[in-house]
């Protein structure tokens, strides 16, 4: 039986889903890794349309990362690969473009991982 997700964390995942659809992010996944990462908990997968969207969406959860007090571990600065990684410790969030997001398959990689999209985004 999977263990329940503290009130705090869903609170920050839907909050961090509610950004990233404010400022368009396209194919929004929230991936459970619980139990089958050694490296972050959840994982938010998201779709920009350019680096210079993935840069607005970057900046976006690096702010809501602040403002909530729970300083992102790190993050890239420059968004030329069509990649962007911002890791929240308990939270990763990675944004792509959507020729990124096909080539890696970051989607089919944690294809064990729950998908807690909907009810993250309800």
């Not at 396209?26 to 969207?53: C, Q, W, Y």
């Not at 807690?116 to 985004?121: A, E, G, M, P, R």
Request: charged share 30%; glycine share 6%; hydrophobic share 40%.
């Amino acid at each position: 039986m999977p263990e329940a997700i503290d009130s705090d964390l869903i609170q920050q995942l839907k909050d961090l889903t509610t950004v990233l659809e404010d400022k368009k992010a396209e194919s929004l996944r929230v991936l459970d890794l619980r139990g089958k990462s050694s490296v972050t908990d959840f994982m938010i997968l998201a779709t920009g349309t350019s680096n210079p969207h993935l840069r607005a969406l970057r900046d976006q959860v690096d702010d809501y990362f602040k403002q909530s007090g729970a300083r992102p571990i790190g993050f890239e600065k420059d968004t030329g690969t069509g990649w962007v990684v911002v890791d929240g410790f308990n939270i990763m969030v990675h944004l792509q473009t959507e020729e990124m997001r096909d080539f890696y398959r970051l989607d089919y990689l944690w294809k064990d991982a729950k998908d807690i999209t909907d009810s993250i985004l309800e």
